[in-house]
């Protein structure tokens, strides 16, 4: 059967995907370095940090080490004094680069940073979360790399959630940083089902080339690194979205596919 592929326009507004996101015990067995009233950060490996804030569902923030500086990748939604709580647990100097333009990921800490590099997105959006941006701003694109000196961070894009997501991969480590590309087992996706296969398909061949065995979410609790195994289900999903084998519940002006605990929230009146 030949598949019609058609964009799906999503409707869905931050505040609804932030009311979307299913909250969830944590169960970080990380160590704590940090505790504060409105971030933790825990230690992943000798050179790497997660951390998250507690206004959007554990909006997460990772800090990546190399001999020369450190990678932080989102800024939670309202940290004050956030660069110093990292000066603090890393002495590189900081680079902040964005998985997205989501006020959850790019929240007001941003201003703490003399640079803030990101994957271009549409002018309006740009326009609306960098009008009052003084610093620097840098374009990633998909493929490049982030030489931190003896550790080098590669960068693609992953569109769906937003036009601008992308995922940020460490080949030696063996894991990646992917934001809200794949949702972390719930995805509110803004984009067409067959953009989000292609995306599934092209991390899903890059993990198995570089033996990525997981990617750290946008929101990370603990217990929901996503695996290649979440993906093949998400490429399971969308292909039988497309087919009509699957169909999602009606939800408000969203369809919701469930499938073993993954969930896909998406618009289809256009297909």
Known sequence: MK?????IACV???ASCALAQQT???SYTEKLVYQGKDVEFRQIDEHTWHGHGNMVYNEAIYVIEGNDKALVIDAGTNIPGLRKIIEGITSKPVILALT???PDHSG???HEFDELWFFPDTKDTEDRYLKDYKGKTVNMTDGMTIDLGGRQIHVFHTPGHTYGSCTFLDYEAGYGFSGDSFGSTNLLLNSSVEGLMGICTKMLKLMEIHNIAKLYPGHYHGDNPETAEVLRKELFMCEGILTGALE????RNVKVLNVLGTRIQYDDRKN
């Open 3 to 7: 598949k019609i592929f058609t964009t």
């Open 12 to 14: 869905i507004t931050f």
């Open 24 to 26: 969830s015990p944590t």
């Open 100 to 102: 997205h333009f989501h």
């Open 108 to 110: 007001s800490a941003i």
């Open 248 to 251: 999602g519940e009606q939800q």
